[in-house]
């Protein structure tokens, strides 16, 4: 009789160039599915959905942890307790280090999880029958495609049954993905934070999804187009518990496009709210070069917001046309600038290297212009990268394109078209 559950919560690293497990002596980043993940476990225990059963989560940042695997395995070893590893929000560049780690567990009759955008990405675009996938299921790997928000107690459910499903896609309708209005918070876990460089930094998604249609963005395949989102409500009761816990007071939300959030103006609203309570919030957010709301950067401003990364990706409208980015226009890429600028708002802006008119002449060019006339106050530069779950890299898989099949070099700095 199975009287303890242990879930371990893993987000893996990846391989560098030379094999090896990239770690680093201090995160910067934490990881935003290992909180959602932890929040979706926290609350099973607190509704006690399972009754007396006794249920512990371990969570591990392995770009920041050493993950003690023979303990894990010793772990499981233990009379009545029944463990489950759950590999969490799994980039397609780390899928062959999550792969390695699964196998190793699985070698030990571990029961496995694998989610993330990888997994999701690749069943939404591609199907099951893609060879990583299927190797995922010939190793006994459960599969999971989309969010899990209303289906974890089913989930841990079936694993307590010893009867995990080989899939669980919750990602087929892309237009009807599950509400997350008043879904369970994201829980931190100090554990994990104390090998961050600054626990006071924190992440968090206050909505998921984007309207547009960039050819080469997984995410609306995964998140999909319609704008789901937190309670404004939801999101102060977050700030603020992570304010008392921990000392959190400076956020990356992650949320892919700030700007098209319904509830953008209650939200910043009850973040300005918080500063009554004496909890003053500052963060960077995402969000995108369309015109904005009347109000939204001046209040964005007034709610802390410090910086705002953009995808630009290029200059060249050809560009932008071809990659169905229609919604930045480059005539008005310095008005946008010099707007958030006005705020007192850093620019960050993102651009890709190796769009279809791109040329060795062509680039050099580009960037001194963006250095010269647009001025965002930083930049980062990625290569175009096929990622699993756009429609980019499946247009390139039927046309027979060469892609480079390492998935470690699927990370945007390495050439791998
Ligand atoms: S604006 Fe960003 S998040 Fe939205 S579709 Fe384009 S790349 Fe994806």
């Not at 893993?10 to 934490?30: A, M, N």
């Not at 190793?104 to 069943?123: N, Y």
């Not at 090998?195 to 999804?209: E, I, L, V, Y």
């Not at 609306?220 to 992570?242: C, D, H, T």
Request: aromatic letters at 10%; charged letters at 25%; glycine letters at 6%.
């Amino acid at each position: 009789m199975t009287d303890r559950l242990v879930i371990y919560l893993i987000k893996p690293s990846k391989y560098d160039d030379e094999g090896y497990v990239v770690r680093f002596w201090k995160g910067v980043l934490p990881s935003n599915t290992l909180s959602v993940l932890h929040g979706l476990t926290q609350d099973v225990i607190d509704r006690r959905v399972f009754g007396n059963l006794k249920i512990d989560v371990v969570t591990f940042d392995e770009t920041a942890e050493k993950l003690p695997i023979r303990k894990i395995v010793r772990w499981s070893q233990q009379p009545h307790t029944k463990l489950l590893v759950c590999l969490v929000g799994v980039q397609t560049n780390q899928f062959p280090r999550a792969l390695d780690l699964a196998k190793q567990f699985r070698a030990r009759a571990i029961d496995v999880m694998i989610g993330g955008f990888h997994t999701s990405g690749t069943i939404s675009m591609l199907g099951m029958e893609e060879p990583d996938i299927q190797e995922l299921f010939r190793e006994s790997i459960t599969v999971v495609s989309g969010e899990v928000e209303g289906k974890w107690d089913e989930i841990l459910s079936d694993c307590l049954k010893g009867r995990l499903k080989p899939v669980y896609h919750y990602a087929q309708d892309l237009q009807n993905l599950v509400d997350i209005h008043e879904a369970p918070l994201p829980l931190t876990s100090p554990k994990t934070m104390k090998h961050f460089a600054k626990p006071a930094f924190g992440t968090a998604d206050t909505s998921r999804g984007c309207p547009f249609a960039c050819s080469f963005c997984t995410i609306i395949n995964v998140q999909g187009r319609k704008m789901r989102e937190r309670s404004p409500e939801r999101i102060a009761e977050l700030l603020r518990r992570n304010y008392h816990a921990h000392g959190t007071s400076f956020y990356f939300f992650t949320d892919d496009n700030f700007a098209r959030k319904k509830l953008w103006r209650e939200t910043f609203e009850a973040i300005i709210g918080l500063r009554e309570e004496g909890i003053k919030i500052s963060f960077m957010m995402q969000v995108d070069l369309a015109r904005k709301p009347k109000d939204f950067v001046k209040l964005a401003g007034q709610a802390g917001c410090t910086q705002v990364f953009i995808g630009m990706e290029s200059v060249n409208p050809q560009n932008l046309k071809a990659e169905g980015k229609g919604q930045n226009h480059v005539e008005e890429y310095q008005k946008i600038i010099k707007e958030w600028h006005d705020a007192g708002i850093v620019v960050h802006t993102g651009y890709i290297i190796g769009l279809p008119f791109d040329t060795r002449e062509q680039v050099p060019q580009d960037i001194r212009y963006l250095m010269d006339v647009i001025q965002p106050d930083q930049s980062s530069f990625f290569m175009l990268t096929p990622l699993p779950g756009s429609h980019d890299h499946r247009e390139m898989k039927k046309r027979g394109e060469w892609m480079d099949p390492d998935f470690n070099k699927r990370d945007s700095f390495h050439a791998t078209v």
